[in-house]
């Protein structure tokens, strides 16, 4: 048997048999690997086997490249702070109550312990001030805060919950909610501390956020399976809680923040049977947090 060569080991397999040849292609090990190729060779020509598909030309799929730090920090910040849609009255809240804090340091007040003096002449709800004349910093106050801790803490609850409420209820729902429960918080607080208080932070209209969610989950208007409705109500539970209990030791205004817990509860009840979309339908200074 000559297949010393392509050509002398075709013409020897082109006179065998096909059970020779199907026997030889199935026991290719057992030989040199030219028999078992010729073998097979010969079975295609014969069209008693197919033939192996030719490679494809096409380039492979260049692999996604890694997202590096820089660039997922990147992806973070403009989430957090640049407004595009679902996500409109969140991101600008942010910015604004960022803005007033760096304003405040560029002037040259203490990022992180401003004075009352200092808080009050940036719109602080100061009661001898608002109450004689100048009502504004019943919402001037909700923007101003004492200090940068105090600024960080109330803009990962604003974040964290403000998301998920404005992907569900909508850009203007939300900034109502924010303001109004604000209002509610600066005038509590006004009304409750008769001697007189200095008050500040976005914490109690952020507790307006909690209560108008809060009303939704309970009354499930808010369309969510049972796990994750039970999820996001514990969450809010839990952010409610924890900054009213943590508000007993520290120089933090609970009044304000149950003004402003009351309002979004009040407001959830008419918005949500009346205008929810059909998706949805089924002396003392004290910081507000």
């Known amino acids: 048997m000559d297949i010393s060569t392509p050509e002398a080991a075709a013409a020897h397999f082109a006179q065998r048999p096909d059970a020779e040849l199907l026997y030889l292609a199935r026991h290719a ?18 069209g008693l086997v197919p033939e192996a598909p030719a490679p494809s030309l096409a380039p492979a799929p260049a692999e996604a490249p890694r997202e590096t730090w820089g660039q997922l920090l990147r992806q973070l910040g403009k ?12 991101p600008l809240l942010i910015d604004l109550n960022v803005l007033v804090w760096l304003l405040m340091v560029a002037s040259g007040i203490s990022p992180t312990d401003p004075a009352g003096r200092e808080l009050a002449a940036w719109g602080s709800n100061v009661s001898s001030f608002t109450l004689h004349g100048q009502p504004w910093r019943l919402l001037t106050s909700l923007f101003v805060h004492g200090g940068a801790t105090h600024l960080l803490l109330n803009m990962i609850s604003l974040w964290l919950l403000g998301l998920m409420l404005e992907q569900r209820v909508g850009t ?8 109004a ?7 509590a607080t006004v009304w409750y501390h008769t001697a007189g208080i200095n ?6 209209a952020i507790f307006g956020l909690y209560g108008f969610m809060l009303a939704l989950l309970l009354s499930k208007k808010m369309v969510l399976d049972k796990f994750d409705r039970r999820a996001m109500l514990g969450l809010v539970v839990y952010l409610i809680l924890s900054n009213l209990i943590s508000g007993i030791t520290g120089n933090i205004d609970n009044i304000a923040h149950l ?3 009351l309002m979004g509860l009040l407001i959830a009840g008419p918005a949500a049977v009346f205008t929810m979309p059909a998706e949805v339908l089924d002396g003392e200074t004290k910081e507000t947090s």
Do not use: D
């Not at 989430?79 to 969140?90: D, E, H, K, N, R």
């Open 79 to 90: 989430g957090l702070f640049w407004p595009s849609p679902p996500y409109v009255a969140v």
């Open 199 to 204: 008050s500040m932070g976005a914490s109690g």
């Open 172 to 179: 203007w729902r939300v900034l109502a909610v924010y303001l």
């Open 29 to 46: 090990s057992r030989y040199p690997p030219a028999v078992g190729a010729a073998a097979v060779a010969e079975l295609q020509r014969r």
């Open 259 to 261: 003004g402003g817990l």
């Open 181 to 187: 429960s604000g209002l509610a918080a600066s005038l």
